[in-house]
C-alpha cells in the first residue's frame, strides 16, 4: 500500500512531502496485532504513556486500509508530533487525476505528549473535493487510542 501512496503523490502533488515518507521507519500491523494492543488496553496490561516517552522520531504505521506518517517536531521544546493521515477508498471525489483507481484521502493533524489531537489545514486536497471537519475529526478520534496503543507498547 505504501508503494500505491507514493506513487499517488508523485501523480497529484509532486511537490509535497514524499521524502518524508521515504525516509521513515514502516511499521504495518495486522489485525490480530491490532486486537492485541486493543486487549492489552482494555485489559490494563498495556499502561499508557506519554508520547516523548516513544523512542521513534518519524514513522509509518499502517493498519487496515490507512497509513499515519508521525514526525515528532524537533524545533519546539514540548513535545509535539505532527501527523498525516492517508485513507486509501474509492471515493470518486478523490481519485487521481491521473489513475482512476483507488485514491487517497489525507487528513493533516497534530498531537501533544498527551495525544490531544488537534485538525490542520492539508495542501493534499483534489480538485472539487469536498472537506468535511466533522467527519476529518471523527476519523482522528477512531484512530487516536490505536496510535496512541502502538506509541505506548513501543516506549521505553
Not at 23 to 50: H, R, T
Not at 99 to 114: L, P, S, T
Amino acid at each position: 500500500m505504501l508503494k500505491k501512496l507514493i506513487k499517488f503523490l508523485e501523480n497529484n502533488y509532486p511537490d509535497s512531502n514524499i521524502g518524508n515518507y521515504l525516509d521513515a521507519k514502516y511499521i504495518q500491523l495486522s489485525g490480530p496485532q491490532l486486537k492485541q494492543i486493543a486487549d492489552a488496553l482494555n485489559n490494563n496490561e498495556l499502561q499508557i504513556k506519554s508520547a516523548s516517552d516513544c523512542s521513534a522520531e518519524r514513522f509509518i504505521f499502517h493498519f487496515g486500509n490507512t497509513l499515519i506518517l508521525v514526525q515528532k517536531d524537533l524545533t519546539d521544546s514540548s513535545a509535539t508530533y505532527q501527523a498525516e493521515l492517508a485513507w486509501e477508498t474509492d471515493f470518486l471525489a478523490v481519485h487521481s487525476t491521473r489513475n482512476k483507481g483507488k485514491g487517497f484521502y489525507f487528513i493533516a493533524f497534530e498531537f501533544d505528549d498527551d495525544y490531544q489531537a488537534t485538525l490542520k489545514t492539508t495542501d493534499k486536497s483534489l480538485e472539487d473535493q469536498i472537506r468535511n471537519i466533522e467527519q476529518d475529526q471523527a476519523l482522528i478520534d477512531k484512530t487516536m487510542p490505536v496510535l496512541k496503543g502502538f506509541m505506548s507498547a513501543i516506549s521505553k
